[in-house]
Each structure stands twice: as structure tokens, then as C-alpha cells.
């Protein structure tokens, strides 16, 4: 088992930077995949980034590409959204989540990942 639990979220001008961190505990010696996800409101929980137990490969959604960063410290068992020229659009609620074997498209999809944190809010004002 693994806990997982997100901060950094908030309220931030269109424009603005926000950090998101993830910080896991339990079973963390398992070398997870992690991935961010976001859900508007009456939506299903859509993909943001994702990245490899090694940090070596990431996957990002297009509507992100260039503005988030995803990255992660394996010693602190964190791992972190940086998120730059938000927009109203990313309005949501954040999770953070943890796979112990992903691969190809699964990287991509919520119910191939295993444990979920509880979500931050993160509100970006126009």
C-alpha cells in the first residue's frame, strides 16, 4: 500500500506559476510510475503528466506541453507538478497518482494507476 498526499494547490492570476507536490509513504521501496491528473467539474479525471520510476521518460497531454513540468525526487519520495502560464482552463482539482507497472498508453489512463491521493484545488482567476 501506498498513501499518497498532494499540496500547492490554491489561488493564482492567469499567468501565474503554481507548485504541486505529491509526497508518498508505506510501501515506497516499489519503484511506481506517477502521473497527475485534473477534474473539472461533473468530468472524469483527465491526464496531465506522468513519469517513470527513473525519471528517465515523460509523458505529458497536449493542452500542458510546454507550461508543466513533472518531475520527482526519489530520496524524498516526492514528486512535483510545476506549473507556469496557467490559465483559466486549468481550473481543477489535481491528484496525484502511483502504478506499480505501466506501459505504452497505459501512462495515460486513470484506472491503470493503483493508489490516489485525495486532490488539491488549484483556481486560476482571468
Known amino acids: 500500500q501506498v498513501q499518497l498526499v498532494e499540496s500547492g494547490g490554491g489561488l493564482v492570476q492567469a499567468g501565474g506559476s503554481l507548485t504541486l507536490s505529491c509526497a508518498a509513504s508505506?510501501?515506497?521501496?516499489?519503484?511506481?510510475?506517477m502521473g497527475w491528473f485534473r477534474q473539472f467539474p461533473g468530468t472524469g479525471r483527465e491526464f496531465v503528466a506522468a513519469?517513470?520510476?527513473?525519471?528517465?521518460?515523460?509523458y505529458y497531454a497536449d493542452s500542458v506541453k510546454g507550461r508543466f513540468t513533472i518531475s520527482r525526487d526519489n530520496a524524498k519520495n516526492t514528486v512535483y507538478l510545476q506549473m507556469n502560464n496557467l490559465a483559466p482552463e486549468d481550473t481543477a482539482v489535481y491528484y496525484c497518482?502511483?502504478?506499480?507497472?505501466?506501459?505504452?498508453?497505459?501512462?495515460?489512463?486513470?484506472?491503470?494507476?493503483?493508489?490516489w491521493g485525495q486532490g488539491t484545488q488549484v483556481t486560476v482567476s482571468s
Open positions: 513519469i517513470s520510476w527513473s525519471a528517465v521518460s515523460t
Open positions: 508505506g510501501r515506497t521501496e516499489i519503484g511506481y510510475g
Open positions: 497518482a502511483a502504478a506499480e507497472a505501466l506501459y505504452g498508453s497505459s501512462w495515460y489512463v486513470s484506472y491503470e494507476y493503483d493508489y
